[in-house]
Each structure stands twice: as C-alpha cells, then as structure tokens.
C-alpha cells in the first residue's frame, strides 16, 4: 500500500482524464471568445470576508465548506481558498474600475475550485468549474444568452439530454413580504424541520428550500412559491426571460422551489441537468443574476448574471452516458483522449540523437510527435508507437544517408520513402488526410 494518497476528497487527474478536461477547457475557450466573453483569472484565494460578505453567512459555503487559511501572524488577514468564482470576479470588477468600461463587461474563467464538503461521486474538495460573469446589463435579454450558452457548452463536449430548470427569486423590493409568508408557513411545521432548517429558519429562511435533508422534500413540496408573490419589475424580467428563451428556442422547465445555495442571487436563478437525472446532487451546473453583490463588495450598484459549470459533473455524465450506451466512454468520447500524429524510431538502435533531432523538427512544424529514446530494438519500438495510439512513424534507417526516411501508416500497415526535406509537409498532408478519414 502506498505510503502517502491524494488528500480526502481530492483527485488526480491522470493523462486521458488530464487530456478530456484539456478538452472541455478548449470547448469553453472557444465559445466565449464565440459569445465575446474576455478571459480573466483570480487568485486561488481571497480575503475571507470577499466570501462571507459576497456569499452570505448563513449558508452552507460559509458556514461548512469554506477552507480557510490560517495566518501565520495574529495581524495577517484571514484567508480562504475560493469555493467558487464570482465573488472574486466582483471584487476585480469592482477593485480595477470595470466600470469605466463599456457595459456588460463579460468575463469568462476556468480553474479549480475548493469546498470542504462531504466527498460523494462527483463532488470533490478541489473542482473545477468553467464561469461566465457579464456585469453591467439589467437583462433580460442577457440572462437569455447566458442560459443559451451553458446549454450549448454541454452540446458541444457531447452531454446528452441537457435541460434547464428556471426560477425567479424576485428582489429586495417583493421578497421581504414572500419571506414573512415563507417564514409563517415553515413555524408552523417547525417540529417537523430537522435541527439544521430549524436554526436556518429564524435566520435564513430561504435556505430551507435549498435544503439537502430529505425530509425536507414534502415540506418543501407544499410551501408557498416565491413566482405568486413578485413585484411587477420582477414578473416582467422573469415574463421577459421566457419570451426571449422561446425566440431561441431553448427548452426550459419552470422550477418554483429553486433558490440556488447563495445569498447573491436576485431575480433569475437556473440549474442545468440531464433529463431523468434531477435531484439532490444532480446539478451539473447553475447560475442567476445578482444585482446587488458589486455594491455589496465596494462597488456601485451594478446589476450581473453568470453561470458555473461543474466539469467533474460532465464526466461523470459523459461515462454514465456511454455505460448507458454499451461503450467505454474513451470510445464515445474519443476527443477527450489525447493525439499523438507521429513517432520517431531508428533502425539503430543507440542513435537517439537522430530520433530526438527529427522529431524536434516535425513539432516546430506543428504535428504532435514524439522521439522513442529507449535503447531497443526497432520492433520493440514500432509496437510501443501503436500503444501510443500514433497515426504514422517515422522510420530512420539506411535511407538517411541519402537524405531520405521511411514513413509508415501503423493503422494500414503500408510505408513509402520521403526525403526528409519534404518530411514535415509529407507528414501535415498524411496527417490531415488521416485525421478526415
């Protein structure tokens, strides 16, 4: 048994599942530079108070999963690793004066996220998550593209059967007045709460709803529901939504018990799911609107809406998806896997510099290539490439004396002589007619 493991509730990530997260990295690039979305990143960790202040005291972040860092001096600032992006977007937006700039500003991020949480299938202490943030536009219209957009994130890395569930958790305006009817309702039945939601309930009573208790589920079922109590602004922002989600033709579902986990929200809140797979855990990603946070953090009021997508959450989906289908999920998800177009082996056995300087040639062309430096037999080294998984090797034998190599197709079993002048091209051309089939 090995002496030392990956923390609790940690993972490694291994090459093929380093190289299908590589994957949902390039998927997410590509669609926010798409959507006009900027990179930006934050520190791992933040002033403690950017969480508690952002995302509300009393909730299940603060109160459990936030890992704090202990200072090392009695006046150092207390610490916390980022359990996930927004509040510290906010506090970017709000400490480089974002709001000079154009409106929205809208960002976009990907990296690894920390909560002390209770470790189940796929929820880790270390996560990631792909964000979306545009601050600055009051919507509807921007919520709409945010929602059209995560949906299409899981079309795109291959997710079957995604749907969105939708919500409006009205504002400071209506939602005091719902609090009180929620807060009547929830007494009454306050035997019947279990100890946690009973505390939660003289001081969050919205969080109830967001209860993970299953007990809580009847209770939940008939409570009252937060879309028959809204202002006019706010059922005309959640009539508006609808309408432009109906224009682009994006299925949603109306969910009136969903809250979200954290206090920032106002207004819109949305979860996404696989159809069938709905329940406690089963998000696999969410977000909504929170026009109050980057007054909240320092700012003046701004209104903003963004989404997290758990992408440990999208491979796990991915693999029940192809267990589903009767395949291995590399067979499905063959993208995820990492290419390799060529590998570079010698008839001699000892002249790795020969190997090592070709294939360093065919990657400053471009293609994805490897040198075999071991010792051995050529053989030996035809089999290893095919294990790799390569397209073509790249053979140096007696040839190159005349200024030319063997090129071999590992999968058709077929070689042909290249001068090594024209390598490079040769291997493009050979490449990009295997990769199209």
């Given amino acids: 048994m090995p002496t030392f493991r990956a923390p609790r509730g940690t993972r490694d990530l291994l090459p093929d599942e380093a190289a299908r997260f590589n994957r949902f990295a390039r998927v997410a690039r590509d669609l926010a530079e798409r959507y006009g979305y900027r990179p930006i990143e934050t520190p791992l960790f933040e002033q403690a108070a950017v969480f508690e202040r952002g995302l509300g005291e009393v909730t299940d972040v603060v109160e459990k ?74 919507g509807p219209a921007i919520d709409a593209e945010i929602v059209e957009l995560g949906l299409r994130f899981y079309a795109e890395v291959g997710v079957r059967g995604a749907e969105v569930l939708v919500n409006s958790i009205g504002d400071p305006v209506c939602r005091p ?175 790795t510099v020969g190997r090592l300087r070709v294939a360093t040639e065919i990657r400053a062309a471009g293609l994805h290539a490897r040198a075999d430096l071991g010792r051995r037999k050529l053989g030996r080294q035809l089999e290893a490439a095919s294990r790799d998984g390569a397209h073509f090797a790249v053979i140096l034998g007696d040839e190159l004396a005349t200024g030319h190599v063997q090129i071999r197709d590992l999968e058709a079993g077929t070689q042909r002589a290249v001068a090594t002048s024209d390598l490079a091209r040769e291997l493009a051309r050979a490449v990009k007619a295997h990769r199209h089939g």
């Fill in 65 to 138: 999963e936030l890992f704090r860092i202990a200072p090392r001096t009695e006046d150092s600032e207390a610490w916390a690793l980022r359990p996930e992006p927004t509040a510290g977007i906010v506090r970017a937006y709000v400490q480089h004066g974002m709001h000079t700039w154009p409106q929205p500003v809208r960002l976009s991020m990907m990296g690894p996220m920390f909560r002390y949480d209770r470790p189940q299938a796929g929820r880790y202490r270390q996560f990631w998550q792909f964000d979306v943030e545009a601050i600055g536009d009051p």
């Fill in 177 to 351: 007045a719902y609090l009180g009817v929620l807060t009547s309702y929830y007494r009454r039945r306050a035997i019947d709460l279990p100890p946690t939601d009973r505390d939660r309930l003289e001081r969050n009573v919205l969080r109830l709803l967001d209860s993970k208790d299953p007990a809580m589920a009847a209770i939940n079922a008939a409570a009252p529901r937060i879309t028959d109590h809204l202002c006019d602004a706010c059922a005309a922002h959640l009539a508006g939504l609808r309408a432009h989600l109906d224009a682009l033709g994006v299925p949603y579902r109306m969910a009136p018990g969903l809250v979200r986990g954290l206090d920032y929200y106002t207004r819109t809140a949305f979860e996404f799911y696989v159809a069938g797979r709905e329940g406690q855990q089963q998000a696999i990603g969410g977000g909504g609107r929170y026009d109050g946070l980057v007054e909240l953090l320092g700012g003046r009021p701004t209104p903003g809406i963004g989404f997290g997508v758990g992408l440990d959450r999208v491979a796990l989906v991915l693999d029940e998806q192809a267990n589903v289908a009767g395949a291995r999920a590399d067979a499905v998800d063959s993208g995820d896997l990492g290419t390799l177009d060529v590998v570079v082996v010698s008839a001699d056995p000892d002249d």
